[in-house]
């Protein structure tokens, strides 16, 4: 069984920043790639931003040059932080992870509940 916890979203204004946090646990033996997607209504989730085991990212198009992705390995933790925010960044996030268990021969993928980031005046 694998949770994943996701903290940090809320109301901002445009400009602002925020910072998410997903936490993984359970009987996790690794973790391949962590990341966040995002969806807003009416819309087809998609890719904010995934970072590597070793550390290597990929962003969005729409989110590069603001967002930043980061992790904490020992703490099985992903982090996104947000800048400058724009009204159109405003959706759920869900965070997503590729990892292995305990006992298990592969990885397989998990996400979040999802946190809702609003930025509006």
């Known amino acids: 069984q694998v949770h994943l916890v996701e903290s940090g979203g809320g109301l901002v204004q445009p400009g602002g920043s925020l910072r998410l946090s997903c936490a993984a646990s359970?009987?996790?033996?690794?973790?391949?790639?962590m990341g966040w997607y995002r969806q807003a209504p009416g819309k087809q989730r998609e890719l904010v931003a995934v970072?590597?085991?070793?550390?290597?990212?990929n962003y969005a198009d729409s989110v590069k040059g603001r967002f930043i992705i980061s992790r904490d390995n020992a703490k099985n933790t992903v982090y996104l932080q947000m800048n400058s925010l724009k009204p159109e960044d405003t959706a759920v996030y869900y965070c997503?992870?590729?990892?292995?268990?305990?006992?298990?021969?592969?990885?397989?993928?998990?996400w979040g509940q999802g946190t809702q980031v609003t930025v509006s005046s």
């Open positions: 970072i590597t085991s070793g550390g290597f990212t």
């Open positions: 359970g009987s996790i033996a690794s973790i391949n790639t």
């Open positions: 997503n992870t590729y990892l292995r268990l305990y006992g298990a021969l592969q990885e397989y993928g998990y």
